[in-house]
């Protein structure tokens, strides 16, 4: 039976995220975050807040290095990675509302996930919110959703997870609708025993264009520069320093 729904990954399958990125190599990407933090960062401390952390895997490789705290809309998601990443700590909130009461020496907000603010004016919101959040010399990391990415060019792109315990395919050719990416992603699910399952999960991220995000990032207090290829190649990154 196929269900259809938005942020499925995020929520009602959120089991299944780790699966469906276990081809990704966290530790790597924790090794980069933190050799530019050691290049970027001016305020000297090691608080580090990650929003829209989803599964906590990065933060459960720089947690040995950093006081760490994740904050992420989804339940599902916190859920996971409170047992990913013991000992960090983690709470439930929006990006476009952040008010956490405390400042940090680095924020990172990685895999696209402010692309999902949508809007250039929630963005702003949001990076004003990091601003807040940072300590002067604090350092911002922002990985945008797609500005200089093959998906814009409508490709179909295709994720296998082949375990012993699932099979698991996800599919999709992206399609942008003015300066938004819609993402249907057709996911099937095959589990021993059980019943194949079959799912469309719907995501839509803000395209932002680079100059007008340097701009709000340079307006909300944030000295901002734009790197082509941030934590690895053809992942471009945002980092911004707090004045
Ligand atoms: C593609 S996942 C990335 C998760 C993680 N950063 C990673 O690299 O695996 C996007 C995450 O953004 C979260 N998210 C979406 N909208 C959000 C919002 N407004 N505030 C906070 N988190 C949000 C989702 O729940 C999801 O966990």
Do not use: W
Not at 79 to 98: S, Y
Request: net charge positive.
């Amino acid at each position: 039976m196929l269900t259809m729904s938005k942020q499925l990954l995020h929520g009602k399958l959120a089991k299944y995220y780790d699966k469906v990125y276990s081809f990704r190599d966290y530790l790597d990407e924790a090794v980069r975050i933190q050799n530019l933090i050691i290049k970027y960062l001016e305020s000297g401390g090691n608080s580090l807040l990650d929003v829209a952390c989803g599964t906590g895997l990065h933060l459960n490789h720089l947690k040995d290095d950093f006081l760490c705290t994740g904050v992420d809309v989804s339940k599902a998601m916190l859920k996971i990675a409170r047992k990913n990443a013991k000992g960090v700590t983690f709470k439930e909130a929006d990006m476009k509302t952040l008010k956490l009461g405390k400042q940090f020496d680095v924020i990172t907000c990685l895999l696209s996930s402010i692309g999902y603010t949508k809007t250039y004016s929630n963005l702003k919101r949001t990076i004003r919110n990091f601003s807040k959040h940072l300590k002067k010399g604090g350092l911002a990391l922002i990985e945008p959703s797609y500005v200089n990415s093959v998906y814009l060019k409508g490709e179909p792109r295709i994720t296998i997870y082949d375990g012993k315990d699932a099979k698991i395919a996800r599919i999709n050719v992206t399609k942008i609708r003015r300066a938004t990416a819609v993402l249907n992603m057709h996911i099937l699910i095959a589990e021993k025993g059980r019943d194949i399952k079959y799912f469309i999960d719907k995501h839509e991220l803000g395209l932002f264009g680079i100059n007008k995000t340097l701009s709000i990032m340079k307006e909300t207090g944030l000295k901002s520069k734009y790197l082509k290829n941030g934590l690895m190649h053809g992942r471009e990154l945002f980092v911004g320093i707090k004045k």
